[in-house]
């Protein structure tokens, strides 16, 4: 699979079928925000870097 003009095609070059959701536009509302954080060389250090990131936050 390929992407040309923002569109997946076929190894040939075919657009591969696309039909378009009617689920767009409008605004969102958030409800929450998640914070995916794996910087750390363990589930441990990710916790610890993470909780002293957020001591910034606000």
Not at 8 to 28: H, M, R, S, Y
Not at 32 to 39: D, G, N, Q, W
């Amino acid at each position: 699979m390929i992407i040309k003009q923002h569109k997946l095609c076929k190894p040939d070059g075919t657009i591969v079928n696309f039909q378009a959701t009617e689920n767009v536009g409008g605004a969102l509302k958030a409800t929450y925000l998640v914070v995916h954080f794996t910087a750390g060389s363990s589930a441990v250090r990710s916790r610890t870097i993470g909780r002293s990131l957020f001591r910034y936050c606000g």
